[in-house]
Nanobody, 123 residues
């Protein structure tokens, strides 16, 4: 089982940027497709973005296309989410997730979750 730890959340003004990181340990990082999900107060957890095992494929929720960029560095066992032009509606707890299959992560099936990192965007 892979263990995941997110970092990089915080408070930012609307229009600002943040980069989230997800550090993995325990299993070979490149064995997993990776993804980001988020959960806003009072809402269900939703898919944000996913990246395949070696980064050749990515997938984004329509709400973040052109605004967020997912990437990974297998040598560092780390995944990233660059978030630009942030809006108050991006406020949520952001979770990283892992599954061996890219299509399963996109579909919301996850083998392992991180503990989450809070992102708050003020207007």
């Amino acid at each position: 089982q892979v263990q995941l730890v997110e970092s990089g959340g915080g408070l930012v003004q609307a229009g600002g940027s943040l980069r989230l990181s997800c550090a993995a340990s325990g299993r070979t990082f490149s064995s997993y497709a990776m993804g980001w999900f988020r959960q806003a107060p009072g809402k269900e957890r939703e898919f944000v973005a996913a990246i395949s095992r070696f980064g050749s494929s990515t997938n984004y929720a329509d709400s973040v296309k052109g605004q967020f960029t997912i990437s990974r560095d297998n040598a560092k066992n780390t995944m990233y989410l660059q978030m630009n032009s942030l809006k108050p509606e991006d406020t949520a707890v952001y979770y990283c997730a892992a599954h061996p299959q890219f299509v399963r992560i996109v579909g919301g099936t996850v083998d392992a979750w991180g503990q989450g990192t809070q992102v708050t965007v003020s207007s």
